[in-house]
């Protein structure tokens, strides 16, 4: 059975100090691996999708990297408005659902 | 990408009621989905909607309890019957996933059952 597991289940930083955020996952053969950013009272926003391992992304102060059990989402010198909730989904071969992670909450106190 | 539109945006609803969900996209689109969001938990797919044929639902999840519409290729209704506590939930409509281009969301319904 896919799984993912994000961790951690909330993080508080101060801004402009870097962390990382961690989506671990089991899947019979990835076809992809999606970061969303999802803020209070709406729906999901696409970050990033990932391929295969040793593939990064990068987007203003945010950069996703994949290996083959997990991938990370490294946050650099973040500021109040990157408070949300993370999510992570993999999908695997063929055309099966995505399967989510329970996200990670993000909190960046100026 | 797709603009997503889902009304109504919330609700408060007296158990045994159904409520019915509408997802409207501004393009025109083959697969539409519908998921789930109960508080502290995964975002878990309930159906996928193809238009001309009957939804695919997932585990757990039943035509009877969530029946779906897909009249054409922009447009999509879930509803929500015979509603309990347990159905509150956020309700959000998805469109995308094919050809390696990611799924994009609505805002979701907030649905709330007394």
């Known amino acids: 059975e896919d799984q993912v597991t994000q961790s951690p289940e909330a993080l508080r930083l101060q801004e402009g100090e870097s962390s990382s955020l961690n989506c671990s996952y089991t899947v019979s053969g990835l076809r992809g691996l999606f970061w969303y950013r999802q803020d209070p009272g709406k729906g999901p926003e696409f970050l990033f999708t990932l391929y295969s391992a040793g593939e990064e992304k990068e987007k203003e102060r945010l950069k996703a990297t994949l290996t083959k059990k997990e991938s990370f989402l490294h946050i650099t010198a973040p500021k109040p408005e990157d408070s949300a909730t993370y999510l992570c989904?993999?999908?695997?071969?063929?055309?099966?659902?995505?399967?989510f992670g329970k996200g990670t909450r993000l909190s960046v106190i100026a | 990408s797709a603009v997503i539109s889902q009304k109504p945006s919330r609700d408060i609803c007296q158990r045994g009621t159904s409520l019915t969900i509408q997802c409207q996209v501004d393009s025109q689109v083959t697969m539409m989905f519908w998921y789930r969001q109960q508080p502290g938990q995964s975002l878990t797919l309930i159906a996928t909607?193809?238009?001309?044929?009957?939804?695919?639902?997932e585990s757990g999840f039943v035509i009877d309890k969530f029946p779906i519409s897909r009249p054409n290729l922009t447009f999509s209704t879930l509803t929500v019957s015979n509603m309990s506590p347990e159905d509150s939930s956020i309700y959000l409509c998805s469109v995308g996933g094919q050809r390696n281009q990611p799924q994009h969301f609505g805002d979701g319904t907030r649905l709330s059952i007394l």
């Open positions: 909607a193809n238009q001309g044929s009957e939804a695919t639902y």
């Open positions: 989904a993999v999908q695997a071969s063929g055309n099966t659902p995505l399967v």
